[in-house]
């Protein structure tokens, strides 16, 4: 199981989902009408590191991480 | 190997103790001469902060942040090495959780051998803080908060799952 935390003001519970790459998990959120407005505009870490490609492989145990806009300060 | 591990352990700490976050405002004049005496003996030249403060703005009675800590020791550490490369340190507090008006969520410093390092390290710093360090903000309004979209910055690279 690949387990999916939302985080910051996304506000969803996570997610333990069965799937092998991130293409999986997208095509899983699109169903989701309360993710529409957060697939855009969010980053994505696997295992506390930042991705950028969307054929990146998942594995049993990893964390995936939806990281929306950011303001510190 | 097992004293190269512990090298290791001592020189990752040393770095996250650099970064310091705290449960509400910012205890200012503590942080920063803290930082003061941990490294005015330290033959810095320069030694640099930059103090964010609340304002009263829009009908707010202060912000509130969240954070996600593994991503912002990993930021804050590639910082730490960028700035070793130039005989620097960078140093950082903010708040989690509520901050009211006038006081402060947010406090970086950069100490280095000479000022220009320094000037143009905390400018640096402070941008790349701004659009990438993973904490959230949301204005308190009538006591609710309220995610503060239209001042966030989407992380490089965000929208790979749309």
């Known amino acids: 199981m690949v387990r999916v935390e939302f985080l910051g003001p996304i506000g969803k519970e996570p997610l333990d ?23 855009q505009n969010s980053a994505i870490a696997v295992n506390d ?23 510190g300060g | 190997m097992e004293i190269k591990y ?13 970064l310091e976050l705290f449960d509400g405002s910012l205890l200012v004049e503590k ?8 490294f005015r003996l330290s033959n810095f030249g320069a030694i640099i902060t930059f103090v964010g403060v609340v304002r009263d703005e829009d009908g707010i009675d202060g912000l509130s942040f969240d954070i ?5 020791n990993s930021w804050f550490n590639a910082w730490q090495e960028k700035a070793k490369v130039k005989g620097a340190i ?9 901050v009211l008006n006038h006081t ?7 100490c280095s051998p000479k000022r220009r390092v320094a000037l143009e390290l905390i400018d640096e710093f402070v941008e ?16 609710k908060r309220e995610y503060a979209l239209e001042r966030s910055t989407a992380i490089k690279g965000a929208g790979i799952l749309s």
């Open chain 1, 17 to 39: 989902l069965d799937i092998s790459n991130l293409n999986e998990l997208s095509i899983i959120l699109k169903d989701d009408e309360s993710m529409s407005s957060w697939l």
């Open chain 1, 49 to 71: 590191i930042l991705v950028q490609d969307k054929n990146h492989p998942l594995k049993d145990g990893d964390k995936v991480s939806l990281l929306p806009p950011v303001c």
């Open chain 2, 6 to 18: 512990l090298y290791y352990l001592l020189y990752v700490v040393g770095d996250l103790e650099n």
């Open chain 2, 31 to 38: 942080i920063t001469n803290k930082w003061y005496d941990d």
């Open chain 2, 68 to 72: 996600y800590e593994p991503i912002l």
């Open chain 2, 90 to 98: 960078v140093l950082m507090a903010h708040s989690k959780g509520d």
């Open chain 2, 104 to 110: 402060s969520s947010y406090i970086a410093g950069v």
């Open chain 2, 128 to 143: 790349d803080f701004k659009a990438s360090a993973p904490i959230w903000k949301y204005d308190i309004i009538n006591g």
